[in-house]
Nanobody, 114 residues
Framework: VQLQAFGGGFVQAGGSLRLSCAFS????????LGWYRQAPGKQRELVAS???????GYVDSVKGRFTISRDAAKNTVYLQMDSLKPEDTAVYYC?????????WGQGTLVTVSS
């Protein structure tokens, strides 16, 4: 099962994007969910996670700008990205947290221009 993220695009610095990722019901309820990103030439990193109870965590570089949320009725996780910076440019992926290798999809590209 590969998880597909949607919502990427091209945006100017200071703009906003909202990413979404639909999970099967069994995966959605399996544990914490996460958004990851991989910038060119860099390793993939976990940027935000949300537990089954709704507790959230963020990497320092996105705190106060990104918000992760989950909709149990739709088995969907979202990443609201505000005040985007050029350094947020990356391919964004969704997965469990910790990630499962089999669930990596193609991701969605976010490009932020200065």
């Amino acid at each position: 099962v590969q998880l597909q993220a949607f919502g990427g695009g091209f945006v100017q610095a200071g703009g906003s994007l909202r990413l979404s990722c639909a999970f099967s019901g069994s995966i959605f309820s399996a544990g914490a969910l996460g958004w990851y990103r991989q910038a060119p030439g860099k390793q993939r990193e976990l940027v935000a996670s949300i537990s089954r109870s709704g507790s959230t965590g963020y990497v320092d570089s996105v705190k106060g700008r990104f918000t992760i949320s989950r909709d149990a009725a739709k088995n969907t996780v979202y990443l609201q990205m505000d005040s985007l910076k050029p350094e947020d440019t990356a391919v964004y992926y969704c997965n469990l947290a910790p990630a499962r290798k089999a669930y990596w999809g193609q991701g969605t590209l976010v490009t932020v221009s200065s």
